[in-house]
């Protein structure tokens, strides 16, 4: 099982920053087989990300991905009010599918 | 529009059983692989779940195998979760999401609660 450590668990930003995200893997990832979500409370995932580095439909282009192998970032170029939720990472490479613990991101 | 409405949740004793539907619509639900996620009270997702299109394939997690059985009727477009001796660690939303072969859970449900408790 791959499993998927997030950093931080917490991050504390005000609005009109930049926003930085990790996601380590205990192994090799394929890039095309990695993406993002983000949650808002009360609301199912949104796929923000998908092969690494594109962005799902309706996302906006302040949202980007990077990383390979083991290592992946979401940033998030200029923080706006509706950006403050929870993001998970996830494989989608191979049973079983695993997400990351999650990171919250809130309002500094 | 694309949608994905999942009912059948409530409160269960222990050791009970349930069965979630999740009634797809607005795409080609035969051509898809179908996924149950679920996520216990303040706590992340956990995959449950999958099933092919076809329906000739299925995987479960761990925490789960023997005890939940993950089906599909594609001719009511309709997904089901089978889920027998059911424990308190099982209380979660369940979701159930779309794959569309090697990719990513691009639509998701709303979610319903199971709560097991005595």
């Known amino acids: 099982e791959i499993v998927l450590t997030q950093s931080p668990g917490t991050l504390s930003l005000s609005v009109g920053e930049r926003a930085t995200l990790s996601c380590r893997a205990s192994?090799?990832?394929?890039?095309?087989?990695f993406a993002w979500y983000q949650q808002k409370p009360g609301q199912a995932p949104r796929l923000l990300i998908y092969g690494a580095s594109s962005r799902a439909t309706d996302i906006p282009d302040r949202f980007s991905g990077s990383g390979s192998g083991t290592d992946f970032t979401l940033t998030i170029s200029r923080l706006e009010p509706e950006d403050f939720a929870v993001y998970y990472c996830?494989?989608?490479?191979?049973?079983?599918?695993?997400f990351g613990q999650g990171t919250k991101l809130e309002i500094k | 529009q694309v949608q994905l409405v999942e009912s059948g949740g409530g409160v269960v004793q222990p050791g009970r059983s349930l069965r979630l539907s999740c009634a797809a619509s607005?795409?080609?639900?035969?051509?898809?692989?179908m996924h149950w996620v679920r996520q216990a009270p303040g706590k992340g997702l956990e995959w449950v779940a999958v099933i092919w299109s076809d329906g000739s394939n299925e995987n479960y997690a761990d925490s789960v195998k023997g005890r939940f059985t993950i089906s599909r009727d594609n001719s009511r477009k309709t997904l089901y979760l089978q889920m027998n001796s059911l424990t308190a660690e099982d209380t979660a939303v369940y979701y159930c999401?779309?794959?569309?072969?090697?990719?990513?859970?691009?639509?998701w449900g709303q979610g319903t609660v199971v709560t097991v408790s005595s």
């Open positions: 999401a779309r794959d569309l072969g090697g990719r990513p859970f691009d639509v």
């Open positions: 192994q090799s990832v394929s890039s095309s087989y």
């Open positions: 607005g795409f080609t639900f035969s051509s898809s692989g």
């Open positions: 996830q494989q989608y490479r191979s049973s079983p599918w695993t």
